[in-house]
């Protein structure tokens, strides 16, 4: 359960689409299409745009529009949603060429639902203001499901009275919102949550690798790490791939090891050592560099069982 102290929660259904209200979608990829089609379904006008066109058609399908430059995009928009890969994607859709942000209408809601970390949302909060548009970072808890079943978990930081406007967007696309304060404290709580659940996948899968090379059955090995007090959500959400050795995308392997190492350069920032994230972090990174990137991050005890084996280790499957 997440803290309530210095936060405000609502829940879904606490509000209900203005008519007409247009959105901008920028961002088409395996998070941000269903998060747009459930706008378009739910009443909301959205125009969307991504750097390959074709992942937007189904957007176009129902009833939504396609624009060919982030600009283009948000002409009009009452609100903005971003969905992109890491700070400098955000920078670049924002700032660039073809920048959002000089498009604006005065008084818009930019909603960054990107993982970008604090110094970078605060970054965009700076940018946001000087061209007169509301900021919220709004990273989220969920991956594909949720994203499809308009469940996810929204981390908001930014001005209270921009986040009431924004409310009936985030219900559109979630079950829940928690406001940890000013700019920026929203990206701050989204890679505190994503450090402890990349640590955590990483030490499941040395666990693993460890009750392999010990000769545990792996099947009952983790039934008891389930029914145990490790049997965290996550241990039930990704063992069971573990188990069968494969990983469909729900949450790629190359982003977790970009939000770890988010974690470690603010933690370096503030002077603080995350011993055991540094190390999950470089334990993704070799990962990726084998080949897993694409792999959902549950493929690191893939890579942490080949590690173990070596040449002249168990030959388990």
Not at 5 to 21: C, D, I, K, Y
Request: net charge neutral.
């Amino acid at each position: 359960m997440l803290p309530s102290l210095r936060q405000t929660s609502w829940q879904r259904g606490a509000s209900r689409p203005v008519p007409e209200t247009t959105v901008a979608f920028l961002g088409l990829g395996q998070m941000g299409l269903p998060m747009a089609l459930n706008l378009q379904r739910k009443g909301f006008s959205v125009t969307g745009w991504n750097r390959t066109p074709e992942k937007g058609q189904p957007l176009v399908e129902a009833g939504g529009r396609l624009a060919g430059t982030p600009r283009e995009a948000v002409r009009g928009a009452d609100f903005i949603v971003t969905m992109l890969g890491d700070p400098a994607a955000v920078r670049q859709v924002a700032l660039g060429t073809d920048g959002f942000l000089a498009a604006c209408r005065s008084g818009a809601v930019w909603i960054d639902a990107s993982t970008i970390g604090p110094s970078a949302a605060r970054e965009m909060a700076e940018a946001a203001a000087r061209a007169r548009v509301e900021y919220l970072d709004a990273p989220v808890l969920g991956s594909v499901k949720p994203a499809t079943d308009g469940t996810l978990t929204f981390l908001v930081g930014g001005n209270p009275e921009a986040l009431t406007r924004a409310r009936p967007v985030l219900d559109a696309m979630g079950q829940s919102v928690h406001h940890f304060g000013a700019a920026g404290q929203g990206a701050a709580a989204k890679i505190v949550a994503n450090m402890l659940t990349g640590t955590l996948v990483a030490a499941l899968g040395e666990a693993l690798a460890l009750a392999d090379g010990l000769g545990l059955e792996r099947d009952a090995i983790v039934r008891m790490l389930m029914e145990g007090p490790a049997g965290a959500p996550i241990v039930r959400m990704k063992a069971p791939l573990m188990q069968s050795g494969d990983f469909p995308p729900a949450f790629q392997l190359r982003w977790m090891e970009k939000d770890l190492g988010l974690a470690l350069l603010e933690a370096h920032r503030l002077g603080t050592a995350l011993p055991a994230a540094a190390a999950a972090h470089g334990a993704y990174a070799a990962a990726r560099a084998a080949g897993l990137g694409d792999q959902d991050f549950a493929a690191i005890a893939a890579f942490t069982r080949s590690v173990a084996r070596g040449p002249a280790g168990p030959e388990r499957a």
